[in-house]
């Protein structure tokens, strides 16, 4: 039962242009919602969050939007750059837990 | 080395053996936590720690599995008698405070043959 789910495996998107990764979750006990990235043979990196709280956070090339009622979170990166070429996975944080619970990611690919 | 650390890096395992998985958070993190990642799948939590607390173990998958911090530093991620279904990479993650941004090892990519 995937509580965190991430629809898309892969996608390509042209240098410069907006790169779109979406996720949808059922548990709406969730609270946090967070974005990571990740490079081949290397751990997780936090990319950016959102608080249920509010329906978007922006940070630089970054932005997440979160739509409650759709329980769906989106990563916007504009522009993309060739670096930006990962996988990213969408995670989740129950209320009152620490724990994250990971979508299965999408694998970025920016074309110079 | 201010990142988390993990060893060893990759480690073959026979079914059946027993294995031990290190992690050395970052120094001062109050919080650890282990996640279990199969191949083409999301980090799945496993444990969590605070100090030497181990707070919620509710992601192990059997009892095979243990892990411990006992001075509420680096921790170590026992399994024993290693099943084909226990190849994963195993990622430690730590942060500063409970509710902190989680900082993640390289991982320890476990094959059991």
């Known amino acids: 039962d995937q509580q965190v789910k991430q629809n898309s495996p892969s996608l390509s998107v042209q240098e410069g242009r907006i790169s779109i990764l979406n996720c949808d979750y059922t548990?709406?006990?969730?609270?946090?919602f967070l974005w990571y990235k990740k490079y081949p043979a290397e751990g997780p990196t936090f990319l950016i969050s959102?608080?249920?709280?509010?329906d978007k956070n922006e940070d630089g090339r970054f932005t997440v939007f979160l739509n409650k009622s759709a329980k769906h979170l989106s990563l916007h990166i504009v522009p993309s750059q060739p670096g930006d070429s990962a996988v990213y996975f969408c995670?989740?944080?129950?209320?009152?837990?620490?724990?994250?619970?990971f979508g299965s990611g999408t694998r970025l690919l920016v074309r110079p | 080395g201010a990142g988390v650390s993990q060893s060893p890096r990759y480690k073959v395992a026979k079914r059946g053996q027993d294995v031990a998985l290190r992690c050395d958070p970052i120094s001062g993190h109050v919080s650890l936590f282990w996640y279990q990642q199969a191949l083409g799948q999301g980090p799945e939590f496993l444990t969590y720690?605070?100090?030497?607390?181990?707070?919620?173990k509710s992601g192990l998958p059997s009892d095979r599995f243990f892990a411990e911090r006992p001075e509420g530093s680096v921790s170590t991620l026992k399994i024993q008698r290693t099943q084909q279904e226990d190849s994963a990479v195993y990622l430690c993650?730590?942060?500063?405070?409970?509710?902190?941004?989680?900082?993640f090892g390289p991982g320890t990519r476990l094959t059991v043959t």
């Open positions: 993650a730590s942060s500063l405070n409970p509710g902190g941004e989680q900082y």
């Open positions: 959102i608080s249920s709280i509010k």
């Open positions: 995670a989740a944080s129950p209320e009152g837990s620490y724990k994250l619970i």
């Open positions: 548990n709406s006990m969730f609270d946090y």
């Open positions: 720690f605070q100090n030497e607390a181990q707070l919620d």
